[in-house]
């Protein structure tokens, strides 16, 4: 299974409301990261998560809450977002973000619209 | 500026050309990775490198250290490769890659 998987696929909300964007891999990787990407952009490291502890957080807004409750888990928790925080949001893991040559695996990411 | 810099920005070819994209970067890196966005979002990581050159079906890509640069080429091109193909680095003792702008390719048949 070298699949890295995210739901929801498309999530519209308010700008006063809460929700959560989760992903998942099973191929015991042990470093998963977040990345937002804008339209015609590449995407931007917003965390990185290494034996399920945060290691890189790249200067990204409170409204952002990443949480990884487990090695094969991974949470973006979102609240009171802006407008301009609608992008799709994808999710990867790799080995365990030690070695130089590793490959990410990339899930479908999540398409976020914030009204 | 860009640490990662990649041409063209657009490309479109006819089905059956010869496609090369380039990548060109200005610190220093452990791997360069390919990989290859379909309109829709998910990301496929296609090589991976660290020194001279990988081939896989169609896509060869190679990479010259000392004159920080790398080319993917798509040989005998086909519709479905048509997509963003992205180049990223990692640099030293980082856990952060850093992404070129991407190269839309349009295959048209």
């Known amino acids: 299974d070298t699949e890295v998987t995210q739901t929801p696929k498309h999530l519209v909300m308010g700008m006063t409301n809460k929700k959560s964007l989760k992903c998942e891999q099973h191929m015991g990787h042990r470093a998963m990261y977040w990345y937002k990407q804008k339209a015609k952009k590449p995407p931007e490291l917003m965390f990185v998560y290494s034996y399920e502890k945060l290691s890189i957080n790249e200067s990204v807004p409170s409204r952002f809450s990443p949480e990884c409750p487990n090695s094969s888990l991974l949470n973006l928790h979102l609240h009171a977002l802006q407008p301009e925080d609608s992008a799709l949001y994808l999710c990867?893991?790799?080995?365990?973000?030690?070695?130089?040559?590793?490959?990410?695996?990339f899930g479908p990411g999540t398409r976020l619209l914030v009204l | 500026k860009n640490e990662v810099e990649q041409s063209p920005q657009n490309l479109t070819a006819q089905e059956g050309e010869f496609i090369t994209i380039n990548c060109s970067y200005s610190?220093?890196?452990?791997?360069l990775h390919w990989l290859q966005q379909h309109p829709g979002g998910g990301i496929v990581s296609l090589f991976m490198?660290?020194?001279g050159k990988k081939k896989h079906g169609r896509l060869i890509a190679t990479i010259n250290i000392q004159e920080k640069h790398s080319s993917l080429h798509i040989t005998a091109s086909h519709p479905r490769d048509s997509a963003v193909y992205i180049c990223?680095?990692?640099?030293?003792?980082?856990?952060?890659?850093?992404f070129g702008t991407g190269t839309s390719l349009t295959v048209i048949p």
């Open positions: 610190v220093g890196i452990s791997a």
């Open positions: 490198l660290s020194s």
């Open positions: 990867a893991s790799s080995q365990d973000g030690s070695t130089y040559q590793e490959t990410q695996y």
């Open positions: 990223a680095v990692r640099l030293f003792n980082h856990d952060q890659f850093y």
